[in-house]
């Protein structure tokens, strides 16, 4: 999928329950805080596992303390699926 059309559906999807999984395979939950022209920011639905954990930036691999939470470079997801309510 390519990267504007990516960005627009983590817009539409601000503020649902979400599954990112990246092009290398991890696999991120959360509920999207945030998207900018480079990543979405997912605040982790897993007790604040994925905090620890890395997303991909344009530098490498960081962690954002911006108040947004994980962040995840647009380019770097493979799919994004919602999450039904009952698997919170």
């Given at each position: ?62 962690y ?22 009952f698997?919170?």
């Amino acid at each position: 999928m390519a990267k504007e059309n990516m960005h627009q559906m983590c817009n539409r999807h601000r503020g649902k329950a979400v599954v990112i999984r990246t092009n290398d395979g991890r696999e991120h939950r959360g509920i999207i805080q945030h998207v900018d022209n480079r990543q979405v920011y997912l605040q982790p639905m897993n007790g604040g596992r994925n905090l620890g954990g890395f997303g991909y930036g344009y530098g490498g691999y960081g962690y954002r303390r911006n108040g947004f939470g994980l962040g995840i470079a647009i380019g770097s997801i493979a799919t994004l699926a919602l999450i039904p309510f009952f698997f919170w």
